[in-house]
T-cell receptor, first 113, second 116 residues
């Protein structure tokens, strides 16, 4: 596709359930970022993948959060045992290594009830 | 760790007027990039303008320009001839150029309202 694609667009889940969010980056983009944006707030860094290097996981808020990426393709962000505080928009972005511009998807709005 | 501060949670401007959004950052690095992103209600983050720290000349993109003061670690965005479509959240962001930590660090944002 032409841009970064995220699915689902919206997800409502019950507290305690696991959820998996998907990000399809722009083809050829080696860098991939996940951010969390709570209502009315800024973007909170979660995790950064760059090619085959070890990911920067320094932003993951707890061990309930994990993310995987195979090579330079799709990434999944998994939240286990969801809590109401996990409700937010989760944004994914990708970029090439040499290009500083990060292109964002439209996000997944997660609501935990 | 780098931090980005946007001290204006909200700003408003009259259509066709000029507005300046403030951003300061904290870093010990000499090479980095700075960005302004726009986020309309659609949630889509859109790059407005970027600045390389090694360039002294301020970046300009049509009606958007920056005032980059490296020594003061300040990076403000000026929007000239404001239009209704400029209404959005604006985020200032910093990206390190040190290997292994090229993540983008964002400020908390400034909500811009454009009054007709």
């Amino acid at each position: 596709g032409a841009g970064v694609s995220q699915s689902p667009s919206n997800k409502v889940t019950e507290k305690g359930k696991d959820v998996e969010l998907r990000c399809d980056p722009i083809s050829g983009h080696t860098a991939l970022y996940w951010y969390r944006q709570r209502l009315g707030q800024g973007l909170e860094f979660l995790i950064y993948f760059q090619g085959n290097s070890a990911p920067d996981k320094s932003g993951l808020p707890s061990d309930r959060f994990s993310a995987e990426r195979t090579g330079e393709s799709v990434s999944t962000l998994t939240i286990q045992r969801t809590q109401q505080e996990d409700s937010a928009v989760y944004l994914c972005a990708s970029s090439t290594y040499l290009n500083t511009e990060a292109f964002f998807g439209q996000g997944t709005r997660l609501t935990v009830v | 760790a780098q931090t980005v501060t946007q001290s204006q949670p909200e700003m408003s401007v009259q259509e066709a007027e000029t507005v300046t959004l403030s951003c300061t950052y904290d870093t010990s690095e000499s090479d980095y990039y700075l960005f302004w992103y726009k986020q309309p209600p659609s949630r889509q983050m859109i790059l407005v303008i970027r600045q390389e720290a090694y360039k002294q000349q301020n970046a300009t993109e049509n009606r958007f320009s920056v005032n980059f003061q490296k020594a003061a670690k300040s990076f403000s965005l000026k929007i000239s001839d404001s239009q209704l479509g400029d209404a959005a959240m604006y985020f200032c962001a910093y990206r390190s150029e040190q290997g292994g930590s090229e993540k983008l660090v964002f400020g908390k944002g400034t909500k811009l309202t454009v009054n007709p």
